[in-house]
Structures are given as structure tokens and as C-alpha cells.
């Protein structure tokens, strides 16, 4: 019988995430956000954090405004409602966060090269764009098949990666449903991952609906129970978006 991996919040982000660390989370744009997490990561005053994500919603504002926050490797930093995070916006103006600017592309594959341990992905994106201006890990390399010119998208690999799922068994084994952007890429990246569980369910359900798994528990160090962990964000098949927390 494995290992049972379940933690609470406190002890699985004391034990895995250290000054300093490279925390991927919020990898599933709009949804799924780990604001649970988050926000024990500022209760324990965690600092010097690199914040990597594609859309991070008000989460990594709220980590930024609580002192937890050295760099961001991000998209987008925001509300789709409300607009650009303002702890966000005073962090970059007063040169106290280093920004990293990524598509959701770019993030994305940079995820995936680590994933497959490679130390870059080729592609056609971000050609022509500023992104290079401002992202070290972009450059432009000749295909040696075709001689095209194309983007190499350095790999990304996080310290840990948090993410939020509707329900986990106590090994990690993890079932996610709805929309889950980069949360694979992400976890295959990381050294460390967290799993947030909406529930906590016998293994054998898991293994009735293997296509649910978005992570199979041996890549997992730590499972959370804690339900409403993604609010305000929605959770797809529990509870939608609180507009009004928003």
C-alpha cells in the first residue's frame, strides 16, 4: 500500500515551500485557483517567492501585497473584470518585483520542456513581438531542417507546483475536470507537487474514471482536503465564480 500523503494546509506549505522558491499555481486560467494555498503562503510570511502561472486571477495581488513575492513569470496578472492588479501595478512601477513577460503559449511550453526534460521547446510563436524585449528565456534560432527561423522557449521548472482539484485520494491520485490550461505541463515540471482536494475519495474512484486523473499520485508529495479552497474562483461541478467577493 503506498504512502498516505494527506497534510493539512499549514504543514504542507511549511514543509514544501521554502523562502525563495519557484511556485507555479493558478495553471488553470479563470478556474481552479489555489487561493486557499495562497493564502496560507502569506500567513507563514513566505518570501522571495518566483510566482509562475498564465492567468493568475487576483491571487498572486493579494501575494505581492502581503510581501511574499520577489519575481513573476506570468501572462497575466489581473482580473478579467476589474483589470491589471493594482499590487501588481505598484510592484513593477517602483522596481520592487521583477516581471517575466510570457503569452499563455509561451508559458505554456516553457512548462512543457521541463515537463519532458529538454532544456527548450521550438516553436513559431511570439516572432515579431515584444516579448523578446523583455523575457530572456525567448530567442530565435534557425531550424536545422528547414532553415526557418523560429522561437526557442527556454524550460521552466518550478520548486513546487500547487493546484486546486475537485477530488484526490489519499496517495495524490488526483481526478480535475473542466478546464485545465497548463495544470499538466505544470505538474510534470515541478519537483514538488501540492494537490488542494474539494474531497477526498476511496483510490477505487479514481481508478473507475482513469480519464479524470490530471496527475497520478506517485508525482505528488503532499494532498490537502480543504473544500471552498478555490473560492472566489469557480470550481467546476462545485460551486461557480462569487462575482461579489470579486
Not at 80 to 109: K, P, Q, W
Not at 134 to 143: D, E, G, Q
Not at 145 to 168: K, M, N, S, W, Y
Amino acid at each position: 500500500m503506498p504512502a498516505l500523503k494527506l497534510f493539512t494546509m499549514s504543514e504542507a506549505i511549511s514543509r514544501f515551500v521554502q523562502n525563495g522558491s519557484a511556485v507555479a499555481l493558478g495553471t488553470a486560467q479563470e478556474t481552479l485557483i489555489p487561493f486557499a494555498a495562497g493564502h496560507e503562503l502569506i500567513r507563514q510570511r513566505k518570501r522571495d517567492l518566483t510566482l509562475i502561472g498564465t492567468i493568475s486571477d487576483i491571487l498572486f495581488d493579494q501575494l505581492i501585497g502581503g510581501g511574499c513575492v520577489r519575481k513573476i513569470q506570468a501572462a497575466w496578472v489581473g482580473n478579467v473584470i476589474t483589470g491589471s492588479s493594482y499590487n501588481f501595478r505598484r510592484a513593477i512601477e517602483n522596481g520592487n518585483t521583477e516581471i517575466e513577460d510570457h503569452s499563455n503559449l509561451t508559458m505554456s511550453m516553457s512548462l512543457r520542456a521541463a515537463a519532458m526534460g529538454v532544456p527548450f521547446m521550438p516553436a513559431r510563436t511570439a516572432l515579431g513581438s515584444d516579448l523578446f524585449k523583455s523575457n530572456a528565456r525567448l530567442k530565435t534560432i534557425t531550424c536545422p531542417f528547414t532553415g526557418d527561423t523560429l522561437t526557442a522557449v527556454a524550460a521552466i521548472r518550478p520548486d513546487v507546483t500547487i493546484i486546486h482539484t475537485q477530488r484526490a485520494d489519499e496517495q495524490g491520485n488526483a481526478h480535475m475536470w473542466g478546464n485545465m490550461g497548463i495544470t499538466r505541463e505544470a505538474c510534470l515540471a515541478g519537483e514538488y507537487v501540492i494537490i488542494i482536494a474539494e474531497e477526498i475519495v476511496p483510490t477505487d474512484t479514481i481508478r473507475s474514471d482513469p480519464n479524470r486523473v490530471v496527475i497520478p499520485g506517485f508525482r505528488v508529495c503532499a494532498v490537502v482536503h480543504a473544500p471552498w479552497g478555490g473560492h472566489p474562483s469557480p470550481v467546476p461541478g462545485c460551486y461557480n465564480r462569487d462575482h461579489l467577493v470579486y
